[in-house]
Nanobody, 120 residues
Framework: QVQLVESGGGLVQAGGSLRLSCAAA??????MGWYRQAPGKQRELVAA???????NAADSVKGRFTISRDNDKNTVALQMNSLKPEDTAVYYC????????????????WGQGTQVTVSS
């Protein structure tokens, strides 16, 4: 059974930092990354990374968020710096064969989500 287990969310003041981690069990994925969904908004891709180290990130987080992964441990992390209130959302770890297939059936997978709240 494939599982993505997230940790590291919480409450932080604007300008602060948080680090999210996600551990994958049961499968090895080429692409891993993070989506987020704020209340009343669609889920959006925050950042993704392939097993070869290729990354991409949303324009809104470039320069503030850094995605990394440990292929040996099958984990991915999102270091979030200079957080803004608009970063408040539930953050979901996702994985798949490609960035486009992260979370998509039949072989993609989602984590349960972790809340990130940034106060002004």
């Amino acid at each position: 059974q494939v599982q993505l287990v997230e940790s590291g969310g919480g409450l932080v003041q604007a300008g602060g930092s948080l680090r999210l981690s996600c551990a994958a069990a049961g499968s090895i994925f080429n692409a891993m990354g993070w989506y987020r969904q704020a209340p009343g908004k669609q889920r959006e891709l925050v950042a993704a990374i392939t097993s070869g180290g290729r990354t991409n990130a949303a324009d809104s987080v470039k320069g503030r968020f850094t995605i990394s992964r440990d292929n040996d441990k099958n984990t991915v992390a999102l270091q979030m710096n200079s957080l803004k209130p608009e970063d408040t959302a539930v953050y979901y770890c996702a994985a798949g064969a490609t960035v486009q297939a992260m979370g998509a059936p039949p072989f993609g997978s989602w984590g349960q989500g972790t809340q990130v709240t940034v106060s002004s």
